[in-house]
Nanobody, 124 residues
Framework: QVQLVESGGGLVQAGGSLRLSCAAS????????MGWFRQAPGKEREFVAG????????DYTGSVKGRFAISRDNAKNTVWLQMNSLKREDTGVYFC?????????????????WGQGTQVTVSS
């Protein structure tokens, strides 16, 4: 089993920045491909960003390209999501997820492990 714990969420004004962290513990060898998802109020959970096992490739949903950056340090079993130029529509609960695949994945069903989520609220 892999346990994922997100942190770093909070309330920020539009245009501001936040950095989310996701710490993995347990059988971390199973947490290869990693991703961030978010769920806005009244909406379904959606893919935000993904990163390969080596960190050499990343993938972003179109609305965050150029503003968000996903990174990881396998020695620290940690994945980050740097969020800049935040907009009100970025508000939601952000979830970290891990899977045994080595690439990037937008399909939520491919992720075996999920964190509990951290709230991000962007005010105007």
């Amino acid at each position: 089993q892999v346990q994922l714990v997100e942190s770093g969420g909070g309330l920020v004004q539009a245009g501001g920045s936040l950095r989310l962290s996701c710490a993995a513990s347990g059988r971390t060898s199973s947490s290869r491909g990693m991703g961030w998802f978010r769920q806005a109020p009244g909406k379904e959970r959606e893919f935000v960003a993904g990163i390969t096992w080596t960190g050499g490739n990343t993938d972003y949903t179109g609305s965050v390209k150029g503003r968000f950056a996903i990174s990881r340090d396998n020695a620290k079993n940690t994945v980050w999501l740097q969020m800049n130029s935040l907009k009100r529509e970025d508000t939601g609960v952000y979830f970290c997820a891990a899977g045994t695949f080595v690439g990037t994945e937008r399909d939520q069903s491919r992720y075996a492990y999920w964190g509990q989520g951290t709230q991000v609220t962007v005010s105007s």
